[in-house]
């Protein structure tokens, strides 16, 4: 398969995937406002998944289109990070999720916007300024949590915690990515990333997370037991009338 | 000079705006807090049946018009909350009514959502039937809920539209997506032109709303417009309007058409609709399920302002 | 616990000054501009944002109107048309 094709897919599935589980919180936010401002975030996931999943299908050439990937592929062949798929916890989970996922995006899609492959340069972009955006969301969050009651501390601990055994699959360097010119090699991401989320973890009062067994294997298609029933929700209704335009 | 009531009488005599710090009638006030209070539940319980289907959205296009819908009406239930407050009561309070059944939202939101076409219908015959109610709200005597409802209006424009195209579209499609339009249509239309409330021989509060330019059409009228306009769109569509009674009266310009059931509209604003209790619950559990959040947030102001103080002193 | 209400002014684009859109509920001041940010600027509506909390904003009264604002209505000399301008006189 295509590098540039595979490296794509996986940017735009990372995004699909996340897009999904924001989008799980509208009308269950802890306030109306926090409504619109998830429903926002999500909006800009999905805009991107778009626009990556299209690049995707016209550089493989075989005449998919963006719902055609991400209807008709299976679990196997989804690239997305474990991180995304996790199902959603409480809002202290949902935020420290945003805050480890954007931060990574956010160093990510900066060194993109200098590439030599203009779509994906143009992609990164204009994503760039949205991230930064989820990043500046999700540390105002996690400092009110983090610094907030006994209560929102324990949740926003236990929130970091839980998901730290699956940030370091963000940072996995691999054969793609040296010899891909255009691919940010990810492993060159992770001390500022380190640095950058330490410091929100630090201001908010809550302990850094301790090394742990790290997952791994969603780059190559080998996801957790959640991404079925994610994915069996998002393509049913696409997959029940094949061929059919909506 | 006239003051007080005298001159709130004489600005609505003049079709003139009321504004929060003017002497008004208390019954004028609680008609209204209690009107903009139920659109406003209505916004975000009507969240609800579409959010249900942003999940399955059949295509990524679909599925980003759908979550800028859902997000819409989050952002227009707070709009109206926050003109319910220029009245001197806390959305807090107003929430706390709405989850204990005190206060009621549009009955149409405790119908199902069952297929995808039902979000095509929604957004077609539900918000095209808000927005005939709507649109005369913004010249309502009361200046925070008008502008609130200039506002709605405008961002609500493109939701009728979107439901209108999933329908077109489907219609358009396999005989599959056909029945499913069809389908959708035979189940929401009735529930729609209950929308504008008991006919006006049986309407309690519509008298003295109108004589206080809260409201400016009857309940019949509106319905009548509703179906005016929807009726030769469905021709369009190619849909069969599930009214047997239906004809086109060419002496009046307008259409006939069955009644719809009031009875079922009394049960299902008592409570005995297909979702009312699911959709409740549901709202109940967000609010309570974000408790501690808003608390936590709170206690962060507390302590920041605290240690400002503690650093300017 | 209540939150506080911020009233909200948008500026809708630059040489504009900045209009009351509508109020919120947020904990604190940077909440206050985020939320604003999310709910009254989704559609590029403004290009900067003020939030005021509600409680801090004095108004005048309704009572207060006639004194405050009527005693203005008879100074027809603050305006350009009180004065008659003879024919012919240009760029006056």
Not at chain 1, 74 to 82: H, Y
Not at chain 1, 127 to 152: C, F, I, M, N, P
Not at chain 2, 220 to 243: H, I, N, S, W, Y
Request: negative net charge; hydrophobic residues 40%; charged residues 25%.
């Amino acid at each position: 398969m295509n590098d540039l094709f595979v490296y794509t897919l996986r940017l735009g599935d990372d995004a699909l995937i996340a897009a999904q589980r924001t989008a799980e919180w509208i009308a269950a936010a802890p306030q109306l406002e926090e409504d619109v401002a998830l429903g926002n975030i999500g909006l800009d996931q999905l805009g991107q998944a778009r626009s990556l999943l299209q690049y995707a299908g016209q550089v493989e050439g075989a005449d998919r289109s963006e719902d055609d990937l991400a209807y008709f592929r299976d679990e196997r062949d989804f690239l997305n990070l474990q991180l995304c798929e996790l199902p959603n916890g409480d809002f202290a989970h949902a935020m420290a999720r945003l805050l480890y996922f954007a931060t990574y995006q956010h160093l990510l899609y900066e060194e993109l916007r200098g590439c030599a492959d203009e779509m994906l340069a143009g992609v990164a972009g204009k994503a760039v300024k949205e991230v930064a955006y989820h990043v500046d969301h999700a540390t105002q969050w996690v400092l009110r949590l983090g610094d907030g009651t006994e209560e929102s501390h324990r949740r926003m601990q236990a929130g970091l915690d839980a998901l730290w055994p699956y940030t370091a699959e963000m940072f996995e360097s691999d054969d793609l990515v040296r010899r891909l010119a255009v691919a940010v090699d990810p492993s060159t991401l992770q001390a500022e990333w380190e640095r950058r989320v330490m410091a929100v973890i630090d201001e908010s009062t809550c302990s850094r997370p301790v090394a742990s067994y790290q997952h791994s294997g969603g780059r190559t298609g080998r996801h957790t037991e959640h991404l079925g029933y994610l994915l069996a929700e998002l393509q049913h209704v696409a997959r029940s009338h094949p061929g059919a335009t909506w | 000079m006239l003051a007080g009531m005298d001159s709130f009488q004489a600005t609505i005599d003049a079709d003139g705006r009321i504004e929060p710090r003017d002497a008004m009638p208390e019954g004028y006030r609680k008609t209204l807090i209690r009107q903009i209070a139920q659109h406003a539940h209505s916004e975000i319980i009507g969240m609800q049946p579409e959010g249900n289907w942003i999940s399955r959205a059949p295509s990524l296009r679909r599925k980003a018009i759908l979550m800028a819908k859902v997000q819409d009406e989050a952002g227009h239930g707070l709009y109206l909350y926050a003109a319910a407050e220029t009245l001197g009561v806390d959305r807090a309070d107003l929430l706390d009514l709405l989850h204990s059944g005190r206060q009621k939202y549009s009955s149409i939101f405790n119908y199902p959502t069952l297929t995808w076409a039902d979000i095509g219908a929604i957004g077609w015959l539900v918000d095209g039937a808000a927005i005939v109610n709507q649109v005369p709200l913004c010249r309502c005597s009361y200046g925070p809920y008008a502008r609130a409802m200039v506002r709605v209006c405008k961002e609500e424009s493109f939701h009728q539209r979107q439901g209108f195209e999933i329908l077109h579209t489907l219609c358009n499609g396999t005989p599959a997506q056909k029945a499913m339009a069809q389908d959708a249509l035979d189940r929401w239309w009735w529930p729609s032109l209950m929308m504008f409330g008991p006919p006006d021989s049986a309407s309690t509060h519509s008298e003295q709303s109108m004589a206080w330019g809260i409201k400016r059409h009857s309940n019949d009228e509106l319905r009548q417009r509703f179906v005016d306009m929807t009726v030769p769109q469905a021709d369009v569509l190619g849909l069969k309007v599930p009214d047997e009674g239906l004809s086109y009266d060419e002496e009046t310009g307008h259409y006939r058409f069955t009644e719809p059931d009031y009875t079922e509209l009394y049960d299902v604003v008592k409570g005995n609709g297909p979702c009312n209790q699911q959709r409740l619950a549901h709202r109940v559990k967000a609010h309570e399920d974000g408790a501690w959040v808003r608390e936590a947030a709170a206690a962060y102001a507390g302590k920041q302002a605290s240690r400002r103080e503690g650093s300017a002193a | 616990m209540i939150e506080p209400l911020w009233e909200v002014f948008v500026r809708s684009r630059r040489g504009l000054s900045h209009t009351h859109v509508g109020s919120l509920h947020a904990p604190d001041a940077t909440m206050a501009l985020r939320n604003a940010r999310d709910v009254y600027t989704r559609r590029q509506e403004g290009v900067s944002i003020w939030v005021v909390r509600a409680a801090d904003i004095t108004a005048s009264s309704p009572d207060e109107k006639d004194e405050f604002f009527d005693p203005a209505g008879d100074k027809v000399y603050r305006h350009p048309t009180f004065y008659q301008v003879p024919e012919g006189v240009e760029h006056l």
